[in-house]
């Protein structure tokens, strides 16, 4: 994949979506700031011997919460790393996050090779991957950074786990388990939404390709796998959510019913930001650029 000449056009085209990374500051995000702290944390446990605490004893006005008890671990991990390396906490978020966005958009590449397309055709889904509205609200928006890492990972577990459907070796289905577990250790909502996309896309893979359909044994085998992998972290979240409020996840702006759109918002263009606005217009939309992208792919289809 890395050989073709359509993979490296892509890598180019991204660096548009990566060059506000190059301005001074951090994004002005709504959430960004706060992951900033969580990394930051993160950094000062590691330096106090500490690789991995359920405790963040910094946060809440120096009170502690169990942070990383029910939320992931794994992108103030990746920021801590940076900083460890000696980069300074800005710089250590910036190239995570560039990281981040090429991986995504790397796998989508990846994938679309999987089925076939040409490299123009899969250069056109990996820059439509990276340039999709949720993907850019995301990052220079809402500031979830533990979502956007999560839904950089999901390109490669389909990817993972088809090639684990198609070949016999087990490699592919330890890939795909290290990957999903990468799911909940970074957002775990992200995981939950995910884990039905991926048996539907994993019977996809097979009616289509017409394989047997004792294969999606396999498919199991890699969620088992992924599921033990991140055990150590699921596991006590599981079995101590009545300690917290989850149900007001139901209430307010937070419940999801109070969010779906209609199909003309589905297809809108995104609207433009405009940071002079105390409460920005969210971005609900697919985008109809999206739609636009895909119809070359359409057509080389039929």
């Known amino acids: 994949m890395v050989r073709e000449r359509g993979f490296w056009l892509m890598m180019l085209g991204l660096l548009m979506l990566v060059e506000p990374m190059a301005r001074p500051g951090l994004p002005p995000t709504e959430d960004g700031v706060m992951h900033a702290y969580r990394v930051l944390e993160m950094h000062r446990l590691w330096q106090a011997g500490i690789f991995y605490s359920r405790w963040a004893p910094d946060l809440a006005f120096g009170l502690g919460t169990p942070l990383f008890h029910f939320h992931g671990p794994l992108f103030p991990w990746l920021g801590a790393l940076g900083m460890s390396m000696g980069l300074p906490l800005e710089l250590s978020l910036k190239i995570t996050l560039a990281g981040l966005l090429l991986l995504g958009s790397a796998g989508t590449y990846g994938l679309a090779r999987l089925w076939g397309f040409s490299g123009p055709a899969s250069l056109i889904a990996g820059l439509a991957f990276a340039s999709a509205p949720f993907r850019v609200r995301e990052l220079y928006w809402q500031g979830d950074f533990p979502q956007y890492l999560a839904t950089s990972l999901l390109p490669w577990a389909l990817l ?12 592919w289905r330890f890939a795909a388990g290290g990957v999903i577990a990468g799911l909940p250790l970074s957002h775990n909502i992200s995981a939950l939404l995910s884990a039905p996309l991926l048996l539907g896309y994993s019977l996809l893979v097979i009616g289509a390709e017409r394989m047997p359909w004792r294969r999606i ?17 699921v596991l006590p979240a599981l079995a101590d959510r009545s300690l917290v409020h989850l149900d007001r996840l139901l209430q307010g702006e937070y419940d999801f019913r109070k969010h779906f759109v209609d199909p003309g918002m589905l297809l809108s263009m995104p609207p433009l930001r405009d940071d002079r606005l ?3 217009r969210l971005i609900l939309t697919l985008g109809l650029h999206q739609v636009l992208l895909s119809i070359p792919a359409l057509m080389a289809l039929v």
């Open 217 to 233: 044994l396999r498919v199991l085998h890699a969620l088992a796998i992924g599921a033990g992998l991140a055990a150590f972290f």
């Open 160 to 171: 993972a786990l088809h090639r684990a459907l198609r070949e016999r070796s087990g490699g």
């Open 278 to 280: 105390g409460n920005r």
